[in-house]
């Protein structure tokens, strides 16, 4: 399977109907007619082998495993006293991190490896980063929030 070779207008496309969720909404931001919208959404779907709603509703599985550990794996680790503090350096430390490296990194994964689907395995393993730690974490379920050491 050769890569997809969409163009950066059928991404604009795409992204005007998914954030108005109507090709009639799109189409009129953008000043083209309708058809030329489900045209260009239609092809790149045929480049990408899949159809944008499957491919989307993938991601957005890959992304809730992300988002959704995170959020149990920060209420947890760190105690009530503290939490709040604890998230937002953890929070900003990571932001500061990932970032600015993450963009860079699959830029250049992108030009090594000559695949524009890099991004698809970095993700998935970050959520698989992500489902081990917050399975790793002991449970707190039934214990009260406020312990010794608050």
Do not use: C
């Amino acid at each position: 399977m050769s890569d997809p070779s969409f163009t950066l207008v059928q991404l604009r496309y795409f992204e005007a109907a998914a954030r108005h969720l109507s090709m009639t909404a799109a189409s009129k931001e953008l000043m083209v007619s309708q058809s030329a919208v489900s045209t260009a959404i239609a092809q790149l779907e045929k480049e990408m082998g899949v159809t944008v709603e499957v491919y989307g509703l993938t991601l957005g599985v890959v992304l809730a495993a992300i988002l959704g550990t995170y959020a149990v794996w920060s209420a947890e680790i760190f105690p009530t006293r503290t939490r709040q503090g604890g998230l937002s350096i953890a929070y900003n430390l990571t932001a500061a991190l990932f970032a600015g490296t993450v963009p860079y990194l699959i830029t250049v994964l992108i030009a090594t490896t000559g695949s524009t689907l890099v991004p698809g395995p970095y993700l998935m393993v970050s959520a698989a980063i992500g489902l081990i730690a917050a399975f790793s974490l002991r449970e707190t379920a039934g214990k009260p929030l406020q312990q010794k050491e608050d």
